[in-house]
């Protein structure tokens, strides 16, 4: 037999919790010495305490342990268990990550306002003819972007290569408001016509007249600096916005993602 601090030591608990564990009658020593109190525990017992701390990380009560233990899980149904919650966890842990790079991202707009500008250039922006997929996301947020533009240009890339087309440029994206949110339109220029046999579509991108544009270097996540500043630029020099952005993908989708570069496209038009 083990005494409680040996006890303890072996199940890597505190004597403190095993005191605990036995007021509440979920784990019992083996013998208790009358004479002294002392507590002393068997080997075998390290099996339930395993399966007590188990069920515990699980998020379960106490008590929702203690009934689970009378009713003797076996191991495959508590690994189960364990794998479910730890799916639970990774799920948890992301979002928390996607949480703290998005406040860090208001941050660096928070601390560097007015203090730096970007390169714009006006310019004319030919047409283009675009193979594209669509989709909806609930907003502009990029948490909320990101799922949906990603499979739509795995999906294109595949079923442009079944077409046996050839995309001929960079990459297009643009979007619109919609009543179910923002419809997302994630394009490819290719040499086809309209109304072909395609299970996609093929649209044609008018030029734009006049065009704010500013190069953003980075992911696309990280652009929301880029885009206020670019912002900042059309009001401060007498512009307004005058139709649906683009970005047009220069260098995107391999290598390091701090060396992805993308045009953002802002047609505009002089205040009246």
């Not at 009358?34 to 525990?41: I, L, P, S, V």
């Not at 630029?233 to 220069?250: D, H, K, P």
Request: charged share 25%.
């Amino acid at each position: 037999m083990f005494s409680i601090g040996d006890f303890a030591r072996l199940g890597r608990v505190s004597v403190r919790m095993l005191r605990h564990y036995d007021a509440l009658g979920l784990l019992r020593p083996a013998r208790v010495d009358h004479a002294t109190g002392y507590r002393y525990y068997e080997a075998g017992q390290l099996s339930r305490l395993n399966r007590l701390i188990a069920l515990k990380d699980l998020g379960l009560t106490l008590e929702q342990v203690g009934r689970i233990l009378e009713q003797k899980v076996g191991p495959e149904e508590l690994h189960g268990m364990l794998r479910l919650r730890r799916a639970e966890l990774a799920a948890r842990l992301a979002d928390e990550s996607m949480r703290l790079a998005r406040v860090e991202a208001r941050l660096r707009l928070i601390e560097t306002e007015g203090l730096m500008s970007v390169d714009v250039v006006v310019k004319s922006v030919p047409a283009v003819r675009l193979a594209e997929l669509s989709g909806i996301a609930e907003s502009y947020e990029s948490e909320k972007i990101s799922p949906v533009i990603q499979p739509l240009y795995d999906e294109l890339c595949r079923r442009i290569c079944e077409a046996g087309l050839t995309v001929t440029g960079p990459t297009v994206a643009y979007y619109e408001q919609v009543p179910e949110g923002v419809r997302v339109h994630a394009g490819a220029p290719v040499n086809a016509e309209p109304g072909g046999a395609y299970d996609f579509d093929v649209v044609d991108l008018p030029a734009i007249e006049q065009a704010a544009t500013v190069v953003h270097h980075g992911t696309m996540d990280q652009a929301d600096l880029t885009t206020q500043r670019l912002a900042q630029w059309i009001e401060e020099n007498g512009y307004r916005s005058s139709g649906f952005a683009r970005e047009v993908y220069l260098t995107y989708g391999c290598g390091d993602p701090a060396t992805w570069v993308t045009e953002l496209q802002e047609p505009i038009s002089r205040e009246a």
